[in-house]
Nanobody
Framework: QVQLVESGGGLVQPGGSLRLSCAAS????????MAWHRQAPGKQRELVGFITRSGSTNYVDSVRGRFTISRDNAKSTVFLQMNSLKPEDTAVYYCYADIGGAQYWGQGTQVTVSS
């Protein structure tokens, strides 16, 4: 069983930056995919982006060029660097991992972009 704990959320002004972290209780080196999702009020949860075991990344169009996902296998941590934040990025951000065929979710961290 792996537990995922997100941190780094908060309130930021439009145009600002935040870096989210997702710390896993176990090793993530074997994770096929690790991803970030988000859910805005009244909306369905959506995929933000993911990183594969080989380090390949992909993002939803709305964040491509502004967000970057990286992983540190030695620290069992995945990061989401968010730049040029917009009010529409406001959401609860969730970490996800596919490890050994099992799916794990974190509890989420709130990101609010507002002036």
């Amino acid at each position: 069983q792996v537990q995922l704990v997100e941190s780094g959320g908060g309130l930021v002004q439009p145009g600002g930056s935040l870096r989210l972290s997702c710390a896993a209780s176990g090793s993530i080196s074997s994770a096929v995919v690790m991803a970030w999702h988000r859910q805005a009020p009244g909306k369905q949860r959506e995929l933000v982006g993911f990183i594969t075991r080989s380090g390949s990344t992909n993002y939803v169009d709305s964040v491509r060029g502004r967000f970057t996902i990286s992983r540190d296998n030695a620290k069992s941590t995945v990061f989401l660097q968010m730049n040029s934040l917009k009010p529409e990025d406001t959401a609860v951000y969730y970490c996800y991992a596919d490890i050994g065929g099992a799916q794990y979710w974190g509890q989420g961290t709130q990101v609010t972009v507002s002036s």
